[in-house]
């Protein structure tokens, strides 16, 4: 499993981003994916999961403003992110995993298969 992001960069509060995931090498509709972040010095924390049948998972700080999306076709995985906040900051992943029950979705350690990240700078 391999998987690419996309679509981050430096933006002023208040803005929007959309954020992407390619992946290969796996049938992408049969896996619980998700988003995390992770800022410098803090832990990885899961901000929104979507499951194979397209039940949504979002963390409350992310609510309203983040939402996650996927094209099965296209194996690739969305996250428009609207509103952006200074504390948005942080480097997101993307993440592939089997079934993950419902209430540990956004929990890192339920996923296998990571990308490298993009940048996502608010200022």
């Known amino acids: 499993v391999q998987l690419v992001e996309s679509g981050g960069g430096s933006v002023q509060a208040g803005g929007s981003l959309r954020l992407s995931c390619v992946g290969s090498g796996y049938t992408f509709s049969s896996y619980c994916m998700g988003w995390f972040r992770q800022a410098p010095g803090k832990e990885r924390e899961g901000v929104a999961s979507i499951d194979s049948g397209g039940s949504t998972s979002y963390a409350d700080s992310v609510k309203g403003r983040f939402t996650i999306s996927k094209d099965s076709a296209k194996n690739t995985l969305y996250l428009q992110i609207d509103s952006l906040k200074p504390e948005d900051s942080a480097r997101y992943y993307c993440?592939?995993?089997?079934?993950?029950?419902?209430?540990?979705?956004?929990?890192?350690?339920?996923?296998?298969?990571w990308g490298q990240g993009t940048q996502v700078t608010v200022s």
């Open positions: 993440a592939a995993g089997g079934y993950i029950w419902r209430e540990y979705r956004l929990h890192p350690s339920e996923y296998n298969s």
